[in-house]
């Protein structure tokens, strides 16, 4: 099941298996497949629509990383997220 990660307003969707986060939840269902079908594989075409990923500290505390937008116009900050509901993370 992709996770929803909202953020400002705005809803991102994350591989629940390898953590890529993704602007749209077409994209991080075709990851989620790839990974359920390929263990341990990671697909470079729908990597690269990746906008960070998800990180898991050994608390157990989740971590957004958004990466660097292509040309550095910005940098989207990091955030700690909780989980809201089944499915669903907010920032905390």
Known sequence: MVYIIEV???????CSICGLIYESEETASKCEEFCKSNPGK?????????????????????????????KGEKIKPVY????????????C
């Open 42 to 70: 990671c697909n470079i075409e729908i990597m690269k629509e990746s906008i960070g990923y998800i990180e898991q500290a050994e608390s157990g505390a989740f971590t957004l990383k958004f990466k660097v937008l292509a």
């Open 8 to 14: 400002d307003g705005f809803k991102y969707y994350a």
């Open 80 to 91: 700690k997220i909780c989980k809201h509901r089944l499915n669903v993370y907010k920032i």
